[in-house]
């Protein structure tokens, strides 16, 4: 019996180790404004969370569910901060670790970016130190911010008004001192003006203003090329989608004129697969560092606007001879996908 017990054992281990080479989206039942960081082996994954800074530690994005945990910040209740924490990012900036968000003292019109910088390599050990407010020299409403590097300068992109009222949203850029000070000030890179950016204006007699969205924007590069994904129209809307900038100039990405946007979305909903309003993504590799990902966020049914059905997704993109991104169409949640290759 027991020459036939152990074929047996290793063809079950074998059965369950095929069946954890694919997932199906969502990886979590909900979380809004997904953004992972990849270091030493691991993802370090947070979501919006509205009161405070959680992050996530796992070797395998889409299981998600039983990854390790840890609340990083409460919001201190009765500060400018204190409210309306949005897309957090957790950046790894020479050897240290920093995280980027959004909030207010429960006035959305006082949001403004905020930064924690921890002096350890490991952002599950040591503490999260509040820096302060991270702004332009003109200091006007601000959220999800993204930083980069480019060329060996560090920028920063978010979405910002124009001025001190709710009217627009467009996608600003600068460059930044140091992980914590932006340098001089923000540049417009991009404004709704596409029919496909401005689902979702609203209108009433007390509040005239038309609210069109560009916000979320996240950085990409690939052989050279360097593009900004962005997200457009109300997420109250099942048309939220994302749109393409692509940097046609030289060294100077605060060159406005250089960045052309893409006259159509990169990415929108899906009536076909069940996936509304998907956005406000972030983009990782693979742990062999060989395939390209996207994390965002959509709805399972249409109508379900902003709220906390928004749920995180992750799927493959690829790039055309061109060496444009290729994000095709948001999968359903039927759809089995490989897991990125290690």
């Known amino acids: 019996m027991k020459k036939y017990l152990i074929p047996f054992l290793l063809l079950m281990v ?3 180790y095929s069946q954890q080479k694919t997932f199906t989206n969502p990886i979590l039942p909900s979380g809004a404004d997904p953004y992972s960081t990849y270091y ?3 993802y370090y994954y947070t979501n919006t969370l509205q009161n405070r800074l959680e992050l996530w530690k796992t070797k395998d994005l889409s299981d998600l569910k039983n990854a390790q945990s840890k609340v990083i910040w409460e919001a201190p209740k009765g500060t400018d901060y204190s409210s309306e924490i949005w897309a957090p990012e957790f950046h790894i900036i020479n050897g240290k670790w920093y995280c980027y968000f959004a909030a207010d003292n429960g006035d959305n019109n006082n949001h403004r970016m905020y930064v924690l910088e921890n002096k350890s390599s490991d952002p599950f050990k040591g503490n999260f130190e509040f820096k302060g407010k991270i702004a332009a020299k003109t200091d006007k409403w601000a959220i999800d ?3 980069f590097e480019h060329k060996k300068q560090l920028y920063m992109i978010w979405a910002g008004w124009e001025g001190d009222t709710n009217g627009q949203q467009n996608i600003y850029i600068a460059k930044m001192k140091n992980p ?3 340098e001089g000030d923000r540049v417009m890179i991009s404004a709704p003006t596409n029919n496909w950016e401005t689902h979702g204006a609203l209108h009433d007699d007390k509040n005239p203003a038309q609210v069109n969205v560009n916000e979320g924007p996240q950085f990409l590069s690939r052989n050279g090329k360097v593009f900004i994904v962005f997200s457009a129209s109300g997420c109250w809307t099942d048309f939220y989608a994302l749109g393409l900038l692509i940097f046609t100039g030289g060294d100077n ?3 406005a004129s250089a960045w052309k946007k893409s006259p159509e979305p990169l ?3 899906s009536d076909k697969n069940k996936v509304y309003a998907p956005g406000h993504n972030s983009f990782f590799k693979s742990p062999d560092g060989k395939e390209d990902w996207i994390l965002y966020h959509a709805n399972s049914n249409a109508g ?7 749920s995180p997704r992750m799927q493959k993109i690829n790039w ?3 060496g444009f991104p290729v994000l095709g169409e948001p999968v359903s949640e039927t759809t089995k996908l490989a897991l990125p290759s290690k």
């Open 267 to 269: 990415f929108k909903q």
């Open 304 to 310: 379900e606007g902003c709220g906390n059905k928004r």
């Open 320 to 322: 055309d001879a061109n």
């Open 180 to 182: 914590l000070e932006i």
């Open 40 to 42: 030493k082996g691991y």
């Open 145 to 147: 911010g993204n930083v």
């Open 253 to 255: 990405l605060l060159d």
């Open 14 to 16: 074998s059965a369950g």
